[in-house]
């Protein structure tokens, strides 16, 4: 059986759990970097929260260049929202980078701060219409050419793959749909 880590340091990860064991997929929490070490790992998931908060407890846990180098090493990885933003090599309204793996730049809070929180159906490549909720969300503003875009809403790429990595600007674990978690578990976490 596939196993799982979600990044439980600070956001929406109990909602990747839920969605994981309803996939019957084993999962634990990733909370320091002994959990990143000690662990056989098939795939992590980065959860949306906030990107600075995130960022910050990666480098004051010490996990961040281990789980960057895990990464570039090929561990398969889906960032939702936050996590999107810090898999990104830029961001184009702020300084700051993360893990900085992903050739996406990408823009935070891109639909404004206060009312920028929305559901809608959209379609997602190869899987078709899905519900895409997103919060505060990031879009993806380009894209290097080995990026593969999934889906766009409106123009702007709201979900991508590169390699070993998916990023969605919005949140498939708030939706009862599964088809994305599914998608990462069975195409990328090979
Ligand atoms: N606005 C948040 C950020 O910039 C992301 C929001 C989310 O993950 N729901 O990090």
């Given amino acids: 059986n596939k196993?799982?880590?979600?990044?439980?340091?600070?956001g929406a990860f109990q909602e990747h759990k839920d969605i994981l064991r309803e996939l019957n997929v084993d999962c634990f929490e990733i909370r320091q970097k002994s959990d990143l070490t000690n662990k056989v790992l098939d795939g992590i998931i980065l959860p949306g929260?906030?990107?600075t908060v995130i960022g910050k407890l990666l480098n004051e846990l010490d996990m961040r260049t281990q789980l960057q180098q895990m990464i570039i090493d090929g561990l398969p990885v889906f960032?939702?929202?936050?996590?999107l933003i810090l898999l990104a090599?830029?961001?184009?309204?702020?300084d700051n980078?993360?893990?900085?793996?992903?050739?996406?730049k990408a823009r935070r809070n891109a639909y404004g701060r206060q009312l920028g929180s929305f559901s809608t159906l959209g379609d997602f490549n190869g899987i078709g219409l899905i519900p895409m909720t997103f919060i505060r969300a990031p879009y993806i503003e380009s894209t290097s050419?080995?990026?593969e875009i999934l889906a766009?809403?409106?123009?702007?790429?709201?979900?991508?793959r590169q390699k070993n990595m998916l990023v969605t600007s919005f949140h498939p674990e708030l939706?009862?749909?599964l088809s994305v978690h599914s998608f990462f578990v069975n195409q990328l976490c090979i």
Wanted: proline share 0%.
């Fill in 145 to 147: 050419s080995s990026v």
């Fill in 89 to 94: 090599k830029g961001i184009v309204n702020d």
């Fill in 152 to 160: 766009t809403l409106s123009d702007h790429i709201v979900a991508a």
């Fill in 79 to 83: 960032g939702t929202c936050a996590g």
């Fill in 97 to 104: 980078v993360y893990l900085s793996t992903m050739d996406i």
């Fill in 3 to 10: 196993k799982i880590g979600v990044l439980a340091i600070q």
């Fill in 49 to 51: 929260g906030e990107s």
């Fill in 175 to 177: 939706t009862s749909n």
